[in-house]
């Protein structure tokens, strides 16, 4: 069984710092491109930062500068270091993990994490 644990959410004042934390089990975790995404209320889910298998890493424009992903395929978790924080940061917060063998794609997402980023 597949399980995606997020914990590290809670309430910030603005221009504060989190740390995400997103333990995996059930996977191979090495091999998939872990990704955290945010929804905020009445918005759209959207993604907030990934890293591949090889440690490549991506960013939305929005948190380039200020929030960092990394990845522990030893402890089979994946982080979101979240600085500089600020109230259109608040959201939940879901860890995903992704991959492809044999041309089908294996998608699995955690249950989220609420941030809220007070001004």
């Known amino acids: 069984q597949v399980q995606l644990v997020e914990s590290g959410g809670g309430l910030v004042q603005a221009g504060g710092s989190l740390r995400l934390s997103c333990a995996a089990s059930?996977?191979?975790?090495?091999?998939?491109?872990m990704a955290w995404y945010r929804q905020a209320l009445g918005k759209q889910r959207e993604l907030v930062a990934d890293i591949t298998s090889g440690g490549t890493t991506t960013y939305a424009d929005s948190v380039k500068g200020r929030f960092t992903i990394s990845r522990d395929n030893a402890k089979n978790t994946v982080y979101l270091q979240m600085n500089s924080l600020k109230p259109e940061d608040t959201a939940i917060y879901y860890c995903?993990?992704?991959?492809?063998?044999?041309?089908?794609?294996?998608?699995?997402w955690g249950q989220g994490t609420q941030v809220t980023v007070s001004s």
């Open positions: 059930g996977i191979i975790f090495s091999i998939h491109t």
């Open positions: 995903n993990a992704k991959s492809t063998r044999f041309a089908r794609l294996y998608d699995y």
